[in-house]
């Protein structure tokens, strides 16, 4: 007998995986041939021995440490810039507790001299932004913009299903302060603390002329800011998640944010059922879908590239 | 999906509950479900290292929830989670400039004292093969994967799956002395 058996063959016919006519084959052969019997036999024993070996199974310390690190922490996105290794988790956490109690104590023996979310007011050329560090932080302080939460009554741009409201810009601080006071917007107003009520009113207008939103507010007027955060950019990266989302989103906002020390844009839309096209009225955008990106992912990526890449993303009911 | 719900849900179920709600208990069963298959087969791709293996299974799980929207069910989640788990090793292994040590940095649980020289060489044996040759042979072997399962774990096709466990298998030979080949 000749033509012997390939080892591929004898291995995948120990597996179980070789069609009935063939595995007929190799048996009818394997009867016949001492040479393919002992090389089944030294891959059947490899098998085995490579089966014999333990399933490891994590310790019940581990699969703590595992599950803080992955539920307790920073949520759905928990990112690629923040993977710390579960061994120096710990070590790494007491050092940041002794960080963080220096610079409280700086801080509280100084005079405050920055405004916090809370206290927001005038544009600052340095704003303080909104660092994140877990998706329950994100949600909460969307859903607690008033932009969100309380200006559906004030007047809905869209006339739609309570849903005109916008959020301003500026990492809820100065621009959120001045879009108190403000019209209800209409369209998504841009990145930067300073970006002015008046910008957020005009580009308000311009999405509120065109009720799917989208399109106006490319065009709409936007400042200037950072090199990392401006305006133009966060209009950028609104309508490329707009055009790649997985449905029909209506941007509401691009604000300036941190996630875990890193900036990213907090990128903020309504979302409901499609919208029959030219009819001039929309559906009821009664959800709320949030993206985190990283600014430089936003210039650098675009459709499902950019959307793999998010540092966060969820999606939940407006409030 | 409430608890008792969730419990009996499907993964995919479960990712889609996840990614429509933002629901974190979908994340948790998964998380309980998965964890331990992901850490073994990081494991074993990984040298027998107990901190690699932990560091890759957290990234994968990571990884599952930043990317759970982008999750069409063209697979079984399973299937997902062991590419992204086969994904992360090899990244591990390519980052990582480091010599494997078996066993070095974890205790070892209770065995039979008749297993542990053998198994020392198969896991010393292991680790010197090819980490695509690693990987299959691990999930074939040692996860009672099919080829089928293997291939779309992977990437590679079914026939590269199966020559690629046979070649493990024959390095395997060389690199092992099995005890009923040694006695005559």
């Known amino acids: ?204 207008g311009s999405a509120a002329g065109g009720a799917a939103g989208g399109e106006a507010y490319a065009e709409g007027p936007l400042d200037a800011g950072g090199s ?85 993303h969820s999606t939940f009911d407006r409030p | 999906m409430r608890i008792q719900d969730l419990e009996s849900a499907s993964d995919e179920n479960l990712v889609a509950s996840f990614v429509r709600s933002g629901d974190r208990d979908a994340l948790e069963v998964l998380l309980r479900r998965h964890e331990s298959s992901v850490f073994g087969l990081a494991y074993r791709m990984l040298g027998g290292s107990r901190a690699d293996a932990l560091d890759a299974t957290q990234e994968v799980f990571l990884t599952v929830f930043r990317k759970a929207s982008s999750f069409h069910h063209q697979s079984a989640f399973k299937t997902w989670l062991y590419r992204l788990t086969v994904n992360t090793c090899h990244d591990f292994g390519r980052k990582r400039a480091r010599t494997p040590s078996p066993m070095a940095d974890g205790p070892e649980p209770p065995e039979r004292p008749a297993d542990v020289e053998t198994r020392l060489s198969v896991e010393a044996a292991l680790q010197q093969l090819l980490p695509g040759q690693r990987a299959v042979v691990v999930m074939r072997d040692l996860y009672g994967m099919s080829y089928g399962e293997i291939a779309a774990s992977t990437g590679v096709p079914v026939g590269t799956v199966k020559s690629r466990i046979a070649r493990a298998r024959m390095r395997l030979a060389e690199l092992l002395t099995v005890p009923e080949e040694r006695e005559p």
């Open chain 1, 228 to 312: 990392t955060f401006s305006s133009k950019n966060g209009a950028v990266c609104l309508d490329k998640v707009r055009e790649a989302g997985p449905a029909r989103l209506e941007p509401l906002a691009a604000k300036e944010a941190r996630f875990r020390g890193r900036p990213a844009w907090l990128l903020v839309f309504a979302s409901g059922p499609e919208a029959p096209p030219n009819d001039g009225q929309r559906p009821p955008r009664d959800r709320l879908e949030v993206w985190l990106l990283a600014p430089e992912d936003c210039r650098g990526y675009s459709g499902a590239g950019l959307l793999d890449r998010a540092l966060y």
């Open chain 1, 1 to 204: 007998m000749n033509d012997h058996l390939d080892a591929t063959t004898i291995s995948a016919y120990l597996d179980e995986e070789l069609q009935a006519a063939e595995r007929v084959r190799v048996e009818e052969h394997l009867a016949g041939c001492a040479r393919c019997s002992s090389q089944r036999r030294s891959l059947q024993a490899m098998a085995a021995a490579v089966g014999q070996l333990p399933r490891e199974e994590m310790t019940a310390d581990e699969h703590r440490a595992l599950r803080q690190a992955i539920l307790g922490a920073p949520s759905p996105s928990a990112s690629r810039w923040s993977l710390l290794p579960l061994q120096r988790w710990w070590a790494l956490a007491g050092g940041l507790g002794l960080v963080l109690i220096a610079v409280v104590g700086f801080v509280a023996l100084r005079p405050p001299s920055h405004p916090t979310l809370d206290q927001a007011a005038a544009p600052e050329s340095a704003p303080q932004l909104l660092d994140f560090t877990s998706g329950d932080e994100i949600e909460a302080a969307v859903a607690s913009l008033p932009e969100v939460s309380g200006r559906t009554s004030g007047g809905s741009a869209g006339g739609d299903g309570g849903d005109g409201s916008r959020l301003s810009e500026g990492g809820g601080d100065a621009g959120e302060a001045a879009e108190r006071g403000a019209p209800p917007p209409a369209a998504p107003l841009t990145a930067q603390g300073s970006s002015s009520a008046d910008e957020g009113a005009g580009t308000a």
